[in-house]
């Protein structure tokens, strides 16, 4: 992701500058050449240099760069999921000094399908079942994918629910009856799949469907730079990409 991010700035010089590129210390391309500029280690330094910093990395990743941003108050465009609490809470923070968005997913047409799944389970009712099926390459560390999560929580807000009340994230066994108030989500992990998300709403004689398919991780990145630079100058505080997209 990072190398699509950068391509991306290459491409648009009179809209952004790469300021920094990070990788964990001891990693094998230190010092080498990435977008014109060395890549590095040092995330103090990398901060004071940015305006807003771009982080598709892992949680522990994502956490150290959430400290270092807070002193020099550079805003953040986080794409990373499987966050535990200790790292949200450095976000958190971070939040009251500079402008933070944290998105599962940062294609606008994920963005859109999120606002279209809550629209549609609360216009289709209590008789429509609400499932999510994601699939995704098979180096993918977490499951359920931060972006079936966000689906399965925008079909939760339409009818009304709490998603933790109602999320059935495995299947296995004897389980009986599927319950009426409940969202279902299924993983699958294989080849090279960018990211595939489909919400499905399950009536007695038709079945409709929401689907995105991600072709590339570009349009991660090209979602991830307009987030980017909508959010330079921006207040400190938390915002979505709904807020990017006018939604």
Do not use: C
């Not at 944290?102 to 859109?112: K, R, T």
């Not at 299924?186 to 595939?196: F, K, L, N, P, Q």
């Amino acid at each position: 992701m990072g190398q699509h991010v950068i391509a991306q700035i290459r491409e648009r010089p009179e809209q952004f500058r790469l300021a920094a590129a990070v990788e964990h210390a001891g990693h094998e391309d230190i010092g080498n050449d990435v977008g014109g500029i060395a890549l590095t280690a040092d995330l103090s330094a990398a901060m004071a240099e940015a305006d807003v910093y771009v982080d598709f990395s892992v949680p522990q990743g994502t956490l150290a760069a959430a400290k270092a941003a807070l002193e020099p108050a550079t805003g953040a465009v986080i794409g990373t999921t499987g966050l535990d609490t200790e790292t949200a809470a450095a976000i958190d923070a971070l939040a009251t000094r500079a402008p933070v968005l944290v998105a599962p997913n940062f294609s606008l047409g994920v963005n859109l399908l999120l606002v279209l799944a809550e629209q549609a389970a609360a216009a289709l009712g209590d008789d429509y079942d609400l499932e999510v099926v994601e699939a995704h390459h098979r180096h993918k560390r977490d499951a359920p994918s931060g972006t079936a999560i966000a689906i399965a929580d925008a079909l939760a807000r339409g009818r009304g629910w709490e998603l933790d009340d109602v999320k059935r994230y495995t299947r296995d066994g004897d389980v009986g009856p599927r319950p009426d108030q409940q969202i279902g989500v299924s993983t699958v992990r294989g080849g090279d799949v960018a990211g595939e998300h489909t919400a499905f709403f399950f009536g007695d004689a038709e079945r409709i469907e929401l689907t995105h398919r991600a072709g590339s991780r570009s349009i991660f990145a090209a979602g991830a730079l307009r987030a980017a630079g909508w959010l330079a100058g921006k207040p400190p505080g938390h915002y979505s990409m709904r807020d990017v997209l006018g939604l």
